[in-house]
């Protein structure tokens, strides 16, 4: 089955500085991954998701990429914030409705 | 109300007892997830439904019971829980094959 895994498990930054989280997946027929950024007590929240059929994908000052050669994803935050602090979780699908998530990333934004 | 909603969203039981969560989806959704989420495994998948139909059971104990009654609903049936099950219970949904959005959790305590 697949499996993903995440990196860094922490990461801190100084706000204004950019965070990059890596993860990878092993099953070559996976072909959705989305990120979700979980607040202290809060729900997971989808911030961005991307297809295997693009390689790149930006929403304001979040990126995904894809290397679907090399079955890894990033998720990029630029001019990083305070709010921005949070669990991220990486997650991999395929056809079969099964989301698997890595092991998160808890990201600290400096002030 | 908008989104997905859980019920209750704490909940302290015996090991002896038998409860029930309760997960509404507002979104016209196909699709609904049970998650488990704890320090050990940050986010299990536990149970698919997709179109009212089980396709997923992840090798999940039998003392969890989902239900789905339809598209909208879907219940998690516990009995004879163990002190490890103590955990955040998730629900989410999703169109086909499309983001997954999350309910606010159930904090179940196994005393």
């Known amino acids: 089955g697949e499996n993903v895994e995440q990196h860094p498990s922490t990461l801190s930054v100084q706000e204004g500085d950019s965070a990059v989280i890596k993860c990878t997946y092993s099953d070559s027929a996976s072909n959705y991954f989305p990120w979700y950024k979980q607040e202290l007590g809060k729900r997971p929240q989808l911030i961005i998701d991307i297809r295997s059929n693009v390689g790149e994908k930006k929403d304001q000052r979040i990126a995904v990429t894809l290397n679907k050669t090399a079955k890894h994803f990033s998720l990029h935050i630029t001019e990083t914030q305070p709010e921005d602090s949070a669990v991220y979780f990486c997650?991999?699908?395929?056809?079969?409705?099964?989301?698997?998530f890595g092991s998160g990333t808890r990201l600290l934004v400096r002030p | 109300e908008t989104g997905v909603t859980q019920t209750p969203r704490h909940l302290v039981m015996g090991m002896t007892n038998k409860k029930s969560l309760k997960c509404e989806q507002h979104l016209g959704h196909n699709a609904m997830y049970w998650y488990k989420q704890s320090a050990k495994k940050p986010l299990e998948l536990m149970f698919v439904?997709?179109?009212?139909?089980?396709?997923e059971n992840n090798s999940v104990p039998s003392r969890f019971s989902p239900e789905c009654p339809n598209s909208s609903h879907l219940f998690l049936h516990l009995h004879t829980l163990q002190p490890e099950d103590s955990a955040l219970y998730l629900c989410?949904?999703?169109?086909?094959?499309?983001?997954?959005?999350f309910g606010p959790g159930t904090r179940l305590t196994v005393t």
């Open positions: 997650a991999a699908a395929d056809s079969s409705y099964k989301l698997i």
């Open positions: 989410a949904s999703s169109q086909d094959l499309g983001a997954q959005y």
């Open positions: 439904y997709n179109f009212k139909e089980q396709t």
